[in-house]
């Protein structure tokens, strides 16, 4: 306990897929609060709903081919954009505009990409074609084309996009221009990767065993790995740096807090 970031952790809970919800739990694993999705927003929880704590306290979650959703803490639907081409990630921007990908099956003519405003019309998107629709690239992918299944907003507003299939993290410009490829070589099936205030990246990793990397976007090089030690934690999905320096890892069936 005293190695630990202590506070309450929130997450979405797919356990039982007839009743699928968002937690929070404190460090003993207790819930102490609950959304419970609506009846017809249950069977788009595949391939899993990124949750995302705001600054207000509200709640943000994507809903893969329904949309994306903010609620309050009294469960109340504030905001929502329907659109079917939705997976994996959304981001709140500090403009209040919503980033979010698509890669649940995506094609060549799909936007990988897409950012909204709060009336939901689309102000920036980003299409993969532009930059891979050449060999080795073409051809037929599992589960989609690209898989793209993360995107972060740099500070200096160029845009960090995860591309699984393609075993690379690919930052591009405000005009959807490659800058910066990163991994190549070393990532497979990336998840998630995080901007660290140091402005390395970390990033999950699914090698053999599965790990999680922290990468100097300047060199492209590993400067921290850590291998993931449980079965339960197989397929790892996501790390977040913690400000004691610990590391908190999400699996399919676990939560891990390393130091």
Do not use: C
């Not at 690919?170 to 995080?194: F, K, N, Q, S, T």
């Not at 990468?215 to 492209?220: A, L």
């Amino acid at each position: 306990p005293s190695k630990v970031w202590s506070g309450t952790t929130v997450l979405g809970d797919n356990r039982r897929r007839d009743r699928p919800r968002i937690i929070e739990i404190d460090m003993q694993g207790r819930v102490v609060w609950e959304y419970v999705l609506p009846l017809q927003l249950r069977p788009y929880t595949n391939p899993g709903f990124d949750v995302e704590l705001l600054p207000n306290n509200h709640i943000l979650f994507v809903l893969p081919r329904k949309g994306v959703y903010e609620i309050d803490r009294a469960g109340r639907v504030v905001w929502s954009h329907l659109d079917r081409q939705v997976s994996h990630d959304a981001d709140r921007l500090p403009n209040g505009n919503t980033l979010y990908v698509f890669g649940a099956d995506d094609q060549q003519r799909d936007a990988q990409v897409k950012e909204v405003d709060r009336n939901g019309t689309i102000v920036w998107s980003w299409y993969a074609r532009d930059e891979f629709d050449k060999p080795p690239y073409q051809g037929t992918y599992e589960q989609g084309w690209t898989h793209t299944n993360a995107v972060t907003r740099l500070a200096h507003g160029h845009t960090l996009i995860s591309l699984r299939n393609f075993n690379v993290l690919l930052e591009v410009d405000h005009r959807g221009r490659a800058v910066r490829r990163l991994g190549a070589g070393y990532l497979r099936h990336p998840h998630d990767p995080a901007l660290l205030p140091n402005g390395h990246i970390l990033v999950a990793n699914h090698v053999d065993p599965q790990e999680i990397v922290e990468i100097d976007p300047r060199t492209d090089a590993v400067v921290w790995r850590f291998a993931i030690p449980e079965w339960r934690m197989w397929p790892v999905r996501d790390a977040d740096r913690l400000p004691n320096g610990n590391t908190l890892i999400t699996g399919t069936t676990a939560l891990l807090e390393d130091t």
